[in-house]
């Protein structure tokens, strides 16, 4: 049984739509109104205990908005969504016993009080028993390293330090399901490295269940076997993030390099392999060109056998798409020879 | 991990009941604010100067002025701004701006009962800035301006009683108004406003009695009252029998409606307009 379950779920922001200046600001008075925004569109999603999921997607695709729908802190506009079978917001307070959530920016430490403070007050907020408590926080003690860190009040901890008590922090009350919105922003690649280390830590022992947004693709190439990607408050990829690169890495690229000058590269390019495939054809300067095209049309080899005999070929580096350029070009809604404008790629997810 | 294992960093004494905590921990907090409690106090006790040489000026005339003598509105005057200063302008704010940055959102992740956590930090902190201020006000009261003591030991207990219930009044006062913070990004404004009112309603800048016409039955009826007046009367005496009952029970009522109210708006304000930030 699914831990995490929505179906529909969606999310309509009312704004108020004020017209600059004052004189806009007294005619919002007089007569407002508003626009509705839709952050969150229908979304499906089923997680099962245990799963890791990352959840991505451009700036303001609607990931926060998601996270808060989960942790009940707002009502859906539509749709269904439960957490352990509970609705989160009709049910806050007993959703809040089964999560833990940390939100990048901000902080659930208190400014002035030191860490061991806070983390006592999470124990005594949480009603945790005395040595589940002592069990609990001996453990990410040591597993985060946080000794040194306990006497230290909140505002004299960097970043990093202080990501690494808001995890502890959320922990401390066992919860079964843990939020991550952008855990990682802000860090250097050594405390990020532990933070992944961390939270596979926590997954193996405890079998936790992680949905993590980032917008960080090492996150979630190390942290999570699945990705769901949304745009615009859609889903529009939902599957490992292995799979990604073997289904949208059809966009290849071949970049030669001549000999000799060749201005009209193009053209001859286009003379000699006439009707194979699509290319898209690049000539930076007058001994360099990069052919871009669909792996699953034509193969480098064929595009090579055909071009070596036309062309003073030099030198020629084949790329495979990175997971990366991947999903730019999703995010950007740029990958070329899917036709792949926004509508189309709804068809996409799995 | 040995450094873990060796020496005990994790040290558990003892769980404690959840909004105590919070209270507690808020009281620590407060501690880190003392600059503010102390600025609190010199702006109240410029306030308490102020009015002491007014209303002494005022009485170099006449013996009663309304109901009060010289003595009784000397006590007045300090005890009605000891009160106010329980719940302090800092309080307040902290209330509007964690409504206004959304930061009420890691309150609202945990389970508990807004109203309750707010009170119980408002309450942390008033131990530590308000009896602070209060209890440095009472000693300038005793040594200098040599304050009345309470009317009978009975009034004392009842005084107790009432400054507690005016102290929550006035924490769901502000509360209703950190409210308004979901729809108006001018929390300063607001917050300025909300001491104009309570100072004037509550009288704590004037005794009600001596309000003008109009102002006064307002002042009289409202729920401000209890903050301030009702306690500082029944510290003075002044009222007994029938309408001590009367004031007091005025003062409860108020006291659960406000609860009432606030705890059927909040829900309803945080539905209507959502946190703000990513
Ligand atoms: N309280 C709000 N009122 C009105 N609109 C909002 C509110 N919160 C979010 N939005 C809008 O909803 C959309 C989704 O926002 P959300 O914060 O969920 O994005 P996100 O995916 O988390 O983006 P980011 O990667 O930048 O954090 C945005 O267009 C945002 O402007
Ligand atoms: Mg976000």
Redesign the pocket.
């Known amino acids: 049984m699914p831990i995490i379950e929505a179906r529909g779920l969606t999310?309509r922001?009312?704004?108020p739509v004020k017209p600059p200046g004052l004189g806009g600001a007294l005619r919002h008075l007089v007569r407002p109104r508003y626009e509705d925004?839709t952050?969150?569109d229908g979304i499906d999603l089923s997680i099962e205990p245990g799963e890791r999921v990352a959840y991505v997607?451009?700036?303001?695709?609607?990931?926060?908005?998601?996270?808060?729908l989960l942790t009940g802190i707002l009502v859906p506009s539509d749709g269904e969504v439960r957490v352990r079978g509970i609705v989160p917001f009709a049910n806050r307070i007993a959703n809040a016993r089964n999560i833990g959530v940390v939100f990048g920016q901000r902080t659930q430490l208190w400014w002035d009080i030191p860490v061991r403070e806070a983390f006592r007050l999470l124990g005594d907020i949480y009603e945790v028993p005395d040595d589940a408590y002592r069990a609990t926080v001996g453990e990410l003690v040591e597993v985060l390293d946080l000794a040194p860190l306990l006497p230290v009040p909140a505002r004299q901890l960097s970043l990093g330090q202080r990501m690494r008590c808001d995890l502890a922090a959320s922990l401390i009350h066992s919860p079964p399901v843990l939020y991550l919105?952008?855990p990682t922003i802000g860090l250097d690649v050594a405390v990020k490295a532990r933070f992944r280390e961390f939270i596979r830590t926590m997954h193996a022992r405890r079998g936790l269940t992680v949905l993590l947004?980032s917008?960080d693709l090492g996150d979630i190439e190390e942290l999570c076997e699945r990705m769901v990607m949304?745009d615009r408050?859609r889903i529009v990829y939902d599957g490992p993030f292995a799979e990604l690169t073997r289904r949208f890495g059809y966009e290849r690229s071949l970049h030669l390099l001549f000999s000799a000058p060749l201005p009209e590269a193009e053209r001859v390019i286009h003379r000699a392999i006439g009707e194979r495939a699509p290319v898209i054809i690049v000539q930076p300067d007058e001994t360099s060109v990069t052919l871009t095209f669909d792996g699953r049309e034509t193969s480098a080899g064929e595009l090579i056998r055909d071009l070596a005999t036309a062309l003073p070929v030099a030198d020629l580096r084949i790329e495979e798409p990175t997971a990366e350029s991947i999903i730019r070009k999703l995010y950007e809604g740029t990958l070329s020879f899917d036709g792949a404008d926004r509508s189309d790629r709804q068809a996409i997810r799995t | 991990m040995s450094a873990a294992t060796s020496t005990p960093v994790v040290t558990s004494p003892g769980r404690r009941p959840r909004y105590l905590a919070i209270a507690v921990t808020a009281a620590q907090q407060a501690v880190a604010y003392r600059i503010n409690t102390v600025a609190g106090i010199i702006g109240n006790f410029f306030w308490i100067a102020i009015l002491y040489y007014l209303w002494r000026a005022a009485f170099a005339e006449t013996t009663r002025i309304g109901s009060f003598t010289w003595s009784e509105m000397r006590t007045y005057i300090l005890l009605a701004f000891g009160l106010n200063a329980l719940i302090g302008f800092p309080t307040a704010s902290r209330m509007m701006y964690a409504i206004r940055t959304?930061d009420i959102v890691i309150d609202m992740v945990r389970p508990l009962n807004y109203l309750r956590t707010q009170l119980a930090q408002v309450a942390g902190a008033a131990v530590l800035e308000g009896v602070t201020s209060f209890t440095i006000i009472l000693a300038l009261g005793i040594g200098v301006v040599q304050i009345l003591p309470p009317a009978s030991p009975f009034a004392a207990v009842l005084f107790v009683i009432s400054v507690a219930m005016g102290f929550v009044t006035k924490f769901l006062f502000v509360f209703l108004v950190a409210l308004l913070c979901f729809w108006t990004i001018n929390a300063v404004g607001l917050n300025w406003a909300q001491l104009a009112v309570v100072n004037v309603l509550s009288g704590t800048l004037v005794p009600i009695e001596l309000l003008p016409g109009w102002l006064r039955p307002v002042a009289e009826w409202s729920p401000l009252r209890g903050i301030v007046a009702t306690p500082v009367g029944v510290y003075l005496g002044q009222d007994t029998g029938w309408d001590l009952t009367l004031m007091l029970g005025l003062q409860a009522s108020w006291l659960v409606l406000l609860w009432t109210a606030a705890d059927r708006a909040w829900p309803r304000a945080f539905r209507a307009?959502?946190?703000?930030?990513?």
Request: glycine fraction near 22%; hydrophobic fraction near 30%.
């Open positions: 999310k922001f009312r704004r925004l952050a969150v997607g451009p700036n303001g695709a609607g990931k926060s908005t998601t996270v808060k919105d952008e947004t917008h949304i408050g | 959304g307009v959502e946190i703000q930030g990513g």
